[in-house]
């Protein structure tokens, strides 16, 4: 997924039991928000994980900013980003394991998570791989190649 007009993933107004995996993102600014409005108390029933994805050039912030809700980021590859990888914001839980992180090389870029008020753990490997597998977890991440009438 790249180069789209707004977020390229967005739950809001409610939405919940999200999985969002196996993914390839570059190339797009606020790449996915979860929760679309600080004073949607609501949102606060949001759950979503965010799992064996590649992170990949051209990305600004958003990886995912979350807003309310329970969010679970795991075994994801962030490879590049301009501002900052995992965001949040109005009071989510965000689980944060087996992640690996690549900071970039400008310094403004140095920052990996960006807290507004947020309960963040960063926590073992329970059921996570440690970072150092997530190479091997994404690199198949991002479309199939299938063709009509052949399995793919």
């Known amino acids: ?21 196996n993914s390839h993102f570059t190339r797009h600014n606020d790449v996915m928000l979860f929760g ?19 992170f990949g050039k051209g990305l600004v ?21 301009m501002m900052y990888a995992v965001g949040g914001s109005q009071h989510p839980t965000i689980i944060s394991q087996g992640n690996r992180y ?6 403004f870029a140095k920052e990996v998570n960006k807290w507004g008020i947020a309960e963040v753990r960063q926590e073992g ?20 190649d299938c063709f009509p009438q052949r399995p793919c």
């Open 36 to 54: 679309a409005s600080d004073s949607y108390s609501p949102g606060a029933m949001i759950q979503i994980t965010v799992a064996f994805n590649h």
């Open 102 to 107: 690549i900071a970039p090389p400008t310094l």
């Open 125 to 144: 490997y329970h059921q996570a791989k440690p970072g150092s597998f997530v190479t091997r977890l994404t690199r198949f991440s991002g479309a199939l």
């Open 1 to 21: 997924m790249s180069n789209c007009m707004d977020g390229l993933i967005d739950a809001n107004e409610g939405s919940t039991a999200i999985t969002i995996s």
């Open 61 to 81: 912030q958003r990886m995912p900013r979350c807003r309310w809700g329970f969010v679970h980021v795991v075994n994801n590859d962030y490879t590049h980003w």
